[in-house]
């Protein structure tokens, strides 16, 4: 179980932001819930697949969104993010959300996604890092 507190550094810096996620033992599972204020409120939550290599963390995954706003303009979104663990506890993560628009060349909805920027302080010291490694 981790928590993260930071702030979109791209297209509504500022919005403040905070993050619960569960990671189970000996999984590469990630179930998140986040919610932010700022110029846009709102909420996330999502399931992605994490994995780690040293001490970089990879995430990719689903999130879903209740409130479409000009920074992301679908509820289903993707959830990409990217981590460095910087001590057993403490780790920055950057965390975006978006509809893939400029992926899949949509251009009937907002995306310009959500790029929050977090400290995360892990409760569960790592005891079960080494069985989530992506590559050994």
Same mark, same amino acid.
């Given at each position: 179980? @981790?928590?993260?507190?930071?702030?979109?550094?791209?297209?509504?810096?500022?919005?403040?932001?905070?993050?619960?996620?569960?990671?189970?033992?000996? @999984?590469?599972?990630?179930?998140?819930?986040?919610?932010?204020?700022?110029?846009?409120?709102?909420?996330?939550?999502?399931?992605?697949? *994490?994995?780690?290599?040293?001490?970089?963390?990879?995430?990719?995954?689903?999130?879903?969104?209740?409130?479409?706003?000009?920074?992301?303009?679908?509820?289903?979104?993707?959830?990409?993010?990217?981590?460095?663990?910087?001590?057993? *506890?403490? @780790?920055?993560?950057?965390?975006?959300?978006?509809?893939?628009?400029?992926?899949?060349?949509?251009?009937?909805?907002?995306?310009?996604?959500?790029?929050?920027?977090?400290?995360?302080?892990?409760?569960? @010291?790592?005891?079960?890092?080494?069985?989530?490694?992506?590559?050994?």
């Amino acid at each position: 179980m @981790s928590i993260g507190a930071g702030a979109d550094v791209y297209y509504a810096r500022g919005t403040q932001a905070l993050f619960l996620t569960y990671q189970p033992r000996a @999984s590469h599972l990630d179930f998140l819930a986040g919610a932010w204020r700022g110029q846009y409120t709102g909420q996330a939550y999502g399931i992605a697949y *994490r994995c780690t290599f040293d001490r970089l963390i990879g995430a990719f995954g689903a999130a879903y969104l209740p409130k479409v706003n000009g920074i992301s303009g679908t509820r289903g979104n993707f959830e990409i993010g990217l981590g460095y663990q910087m001590t057993r *506890r403490w @780790s920055i993560f950057w965390r975006h959300f978006s509809n893939g628009s400029q992926v899949f060349l949509w251009t009937d909805r907002a995306n310009q996604g959500w790029n929050f920027l977090t400290l995360d302080y892990t409760f569960d @010291s790592g005891a079960d890092v080494p069985a989530r490694e992506c590559i050994q």
